[in-house]
């Protein structure tokens, strides 16, 4: 494996093992999916045997499995479900919300282009000059 290079090493692998092959990053081995039907065939097809994520030990004693990224399996799914469902109802995913939340922002850009005329005029007052 050149460490500088992972994608060219995938490659070179995927020449030899096919499009679905392991390798050991560390540790921990690790699934390499390579072309669109084998990504398919495992995300699609078959979800349920690829839909656990592995488990950071760093965080673990921290966040004790729970949070929608450290979470796996059915406590996963619970949180993703409930996330979801709390963000459709606050509007994700609607234009309005969209739509709102860039007007506030344009109000907020001319408020801020209004005070920092004002602060410059006042250190123009402060230093003595006369205002034109």
Known sequence: MDRRGFLNS??????KYGDVFTVHLGPRPVVILCGT?????????Q???FCGRGTVEVVKPTFKG??????????WKALRRFSLATMRDFGMGKRSVEERIQEEAQCLVEELRKSQGESQRKGV????????
């Open 10 to 15: 995938f490659m070179r692998l995927r020449e």
């Open 37 to 45: 039907e084998a990504i398919r065939e495992a995300l699609v097809d």
């Open 47 to 49: 979800a349920e045997a």
């Open 66 to 75: 729970y949070g929608v990224i450290f979470a796996n399996g059915e406590r």
């Open 125 to 132: 007052k402060e230093s003595g000059e006369a205002e034109t």
